[in-house]
């Protein structure tokens, strides 16, 4: 039985999480435990899934919705602390959203576990800090991210790795302004912006697709992940989102890999790594899916990808400070304060304020991301 731990269990990744270890119940095959559950302030919700999962650990961060967590669930241990949950787990998933999933990257790699990640702040801003913690015995991190994924899987393929890996080719569905001009973007309205075409996803993340931000942070976690140059990572769109990326090796073969679009497969690939899960998330249907089409991006109107390019190059802080000014823009977008046009914009000039820090420890990421975050405030109200 691998004992699972679920940092957010009450967010999109955490809920598809507990679906998968249902899932396989039903299948009659189940080799998971679940020994905990972890969310923020969803107080209700995480005492429904307590109830129905009975785990051994609860871990609440807010102290207002722990205080009423713990006295609900009785014989079950609630605590404050996210960094407990690789001490009861051998797989600790990662879908908590933002800074606060850093110390849960840190100490399951400190503890020698799995970590499933689908936490971006872990390789994106904390990439430095995080990298030499993957060095300890046991720890490994499989990537709960459809492209990473694929890229992983890909990877198996080659026993000589990166060696033998002449590039990575990272797919993007081109999100929902695929093939226009950015003349024709300025007057794009949130809702245009938030309707994607193949992917269900919170805000922001769509507004990321929107512009191929967040193609160009998944370029970055590419980077950390896989230890592959800038150079020989390459974005290709492809609107049906069923390749979810590929590796060319150097004799010139490619591989990919095909699935349809749903993130219970990464998951259930992470947790049951080297093996196949038991459970199918739905095999593609060959004859409806007609074509499969690729296409460059258009990196002249979506220029936030260049921006994830040049910011990934630089390395340090950098891409900390890209994340955090692409937040802030993306805020202000749904906020209705400045234009879609707008975000490259502000990005590019707060990017122009980046002092070059070297992160030596979490404290330096946290301070360069609320430094990045001044500057693109400053960059908004202009
Ligand atoms: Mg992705």
Not at 16 to 42: F, G, K, M, P
Not at 175 to 188: M, N
Not at 356 to 371: C, K, N, R
Request: with cysteine.
């Amino acid at each position: 039985m691998t004992k699972v731990a679920i940092a957010g269990s009450t967010g999109s990744i955490g809920r598809q999480t507990l679906d998968v270890i249902a899932s396989s119940r039903t299948n009659d095959d189940c080799s998971y435990e679940l020994v905990a559950l972890s969310a923020h302030s969803s107080a209700d919700e995480i005492i429904s899934q307590a109830r129905h999962w009975k785990p051994k650990l609860v871990v609440v961060t807010d102290p207002i919705a722990r205080a009423r967590v713990a006295r609900e669930l009785v014989g079950i241990e609630v605590i404050a602390d996210l960094s407990e949950l690789a001490s009861v787990a051998d797989v600790v998933v990662n879908g908590v959203v933002g800074f606060a999933g850093l110390s849960v990257t840190i100490s399951t790699l400190k503890a020698g576990k799995r970590l499933a990640l689908a936490n971006k702040e872990s390789l994106i801003a904390a990439g430095p800090i995080v990298a030499p913690l993957r060095a300890v015995k046991g720890a490994e991190i499989i990537p709960v991210d459809s492209e990473h994924c694929a890229i992983h899987q890909c990877l198996r393929s080659s026993k000589n790795h990166p060696g033998e890996v002449a590039r990575l080719l990272l797919t993007a569905s081109g999100g929902p302004f695929r093939g226009r001009t950015s003349g024709s973007l300025a007057d794009v309205t949130i809702t245009q912006a938030l309707a994607h075409p193949t992917w269900s996803m919170g805000p922001k993340i769509t507004v990321d697709s929107s512009t191929l931000m967040n193609k160009g942070l998944e370029v970055i976690e590419a980077h950390q992940l896989f230890g592959i140059d800038y150079h020989a990572i390459d974005v290709v769109v492809h609107p049906q989102s069923i390749v979810h990326s590929m590796v060319e090796f150097r004799d010139g073969a490619t591989i990919a890999q095909l699935s349809m679009p749903d993130m219970r497969l990464p998951i259930a690939y992470a947790l049951d790594y080297p093996n196949r899960s038991s459970v199918g998330f739905g095999s593609i249907d060959w004859s409806t899916l007609s074509r499969l089409d690729f296409e460059q991006p258009d990196c002249d109107t979506f220029r936030c990808l260049g921006l994830a390019y040049s910011a990934g190059r630089i390395g340090g802080t950098a891409p900390a400070w890209l994340s955090a000014a692409n937040e802030v823009a993306v805020e202000a977008f749904l906020a209705g304060r400045v234009r879609w046009t707008q975000i490259a914009s502000i990005i590019e000039a707060t990017l122009q304020h980046h002092d070059g820090l070297i992160p030596g420890d979490v404290q330096d990421i946290m301070l360069a991301d609320a430094v990045a975050r001044q500057w693109a405030r400053k960059e908004v109200s202009r």
